[in-house]
């Protein structure tokens, strides 16, 4: 069984199209995009609104959730980084964790064979 591997990238709502572009072209099949909001380093900024300043602590993101094991991580972690990147504060992070298992809900299928697209084998 080859190992599988889960990469989470949390970027700016704007670079989605880029993001998936770039999953395409190196074969990524599947993906799970979530809208979230959260802070960093940036710690949010500052709105006038109807003449009162708020402070907005929580910048909207989309979360990207990718699951591979036939496509390498490191190409995965640098087609990200050159689609997401536009070296501002707020591009966004990258994280990769080992998964123990998967489970093809449809077929039972256990483990790598559960991410692989029937169609490539």
Do not use: W
Request: with cysteine; charged share 25%; net charge positive.
């Amino acid at each position: 069984m080859k190992p599988i591997t889960k990469v989470d990238i949390i970027t700016r709502p704007e670079k989605l199209e880029a993001l998936k572009e770039a999953m395409n072209k190196i074969k990524v099949t599947g993906m799970t995009v979530t809208q979230v909001y959260g802070c960093g380093l940036s710690k949010g900024h500052t709105e006038v609104y109807r003449g009162q300043e708020y402070s907005i602590n929580l910048v909207p993101k989309v979360k990207v959730e990718i699951v591979v094991c036939e496509v390498p991580v490191e190409q995965v972690i640098e087609a990200a980084k050159s689609a997401c990147q536009t070296g501002k504060i707020g591009d966004g992070k990258i994280f990769v964790y080992p998964v123990t298992n998967a489970v093809r809900i449809r077929t039972g299928e256990e483990g790598d064979i559960a991410i692989i697209d029937p169609k490539n084998m």
